[in-house]
């Protein structure tokens, strides 16, 4: 997987009444990587299916909880968030919906 560059805008330039919480991401602990995701049940959807693959192909390090992946808000600017959606499918592995 990409690992997808940071914007350095903590949310500063919201707009529409978006939030942050309303911008989902995958964050996969361990090399710290952030996906964009379109809506938070995709974001669930892609977690659910990388912690499968993760199990599947190194189990030693699922059972020591080397790596992690979880749902959380994306914490930067929507308009890197849109960029990162862009990518969402081709980088996680997963088909679109």
């Keep these: 997987m990409a ?4 914007d350095t805008e903590v949310g500063n330039s919201m707009s529409n009444n978006t939030t942050p919480e309303e911008l989902w991401c995958v ?5 710290d ?3 964009a995701a ?3 049940a995709e974001a669930e959807r892609a977690v659910a ?7 599947k192909r190194h189990p ?11 749902v959380e808000p ?8 849109a960029n990162g959606v862009a990518t969402f499918y081709n980088e996680i592995g997963i088909s679109t919906p």
């Design 3 to 6: 690992r997808m560059s940071m």
């Design 27 to 31: 964050h996969i602990l361990g090399p």
């Design 33 to 35: 990587d952030l996906y």
């Design 38 to 40: 379109p809506s938070k």
């Design 49 to 55: 299916h990388m912690k499968q693959y993760w199990e």
């Design 60 to 70: 030693e390090d699922a059972a020591l909880n080397m790596v992690r992946f979880e």
């Design 74 to 81: 994306w914490p930067y600017s929507p308009a890197s968030h």
